[in-house]
DNA sequence: AGAAAGATGAAAAAATCTTCTCAGTTTGGT
DNA sequence: ACCAAACTGAGAAGATTTTTTCATCTTTCT
């Protein structure tokens, strides 16, 4: 991860103007817009390398695909569109999650995920 | 799905008698101690068979596992152990969880789920 | 511009997880 | 007890997703 290339420049350039957590295929698809031919390989490395320096963290939902978004955003939640299967960040956070936890367990961390329709979909 | 199998029994007396969500695998493990030689095979058919009858239902959890849980059961969220991986079944949940849904986008459920350590494992 | 190290794309290989195949076993009805 | 249909275990085969390989380009430094 060291070289500026223009498929790098690329994948970043994706996560920086889209505001909602994606897959490597989805990735693929949007940066190909910019590099014809990129390939799944590189985007997968380059992800990779955006993780490890921290540019982006996994997010962690249901259904098998990971997706990855920016680091250093708000504490947020996400809406998964079961028509298009797109993720979207929702804003804020209900109150009493942690409330849930039992005695003797320790919670660092917890995850809010709503399905439906988005407004594309509805 | 027709014949009363010991290895049928034995699964859906793990079901029965966990109070958790299941992967294949795990089911595999605790049915094993029931019928010796149980092959991984069977217990993918018995459950999908048990999902097609209604007995189970999958839980939407991050992390590439899928799980199984009897149906019929209250509404509830799950705790997810990093250390030793198990599923936990939590009571109640959070309020305004709904309030998080944008104008224009329709939510027809939601999943929380905590991370962290089990009391097992604390 | 030239050279060396690094990066890329395509395809093969790996790693997983789930389903299928099939010979042998078990169940349920008679 | 007998029989046909259903079921089982083991391994092969599939289906996916991610990583590796390698010959060929690019980037970066001089």
């Known amino acids: 991860m060291e070289r500026r290339t ?5 994948i ?22 910019r590099v014809p031919g990129l390939g799944l390989a590189t ?11 921290g540019f982006l963290v996994p997010v962690e939902l249901p259904g098998g695909t990971p997706r990855y978004e920016r680091s250093g955003e708000a504490h947020h939640h996400h809406f998964l569109c079961r028509v298009c299967g797109k993720v979207y960040e929702l804003q ?19 995850e809010v995920t709503l399905y439906g329709r988005c407004s594309a979909c509805a």
Chains 1, 2 share one sequence.
């Open 92 to 110: 804020g956070c209900p109150q009493g999650v942690e409330a849930l936890v039992p005695p003797g367990f320790l919670a660092e961390g917890h």
């Open 6 to 10: 223009k498929q790098r420049q690329a």
């Open 12 to 33: 970043r350039s994706v996560f920086l103007e889209t505001q909602r957590p994606l897959s490597p295929q989805e990735v693929l698809e949007l940066a190909r817009a």
């Open 43 to 53: 985007v997968y490395r380059t992800l990779k390398g955006l993780l490890e320096e």
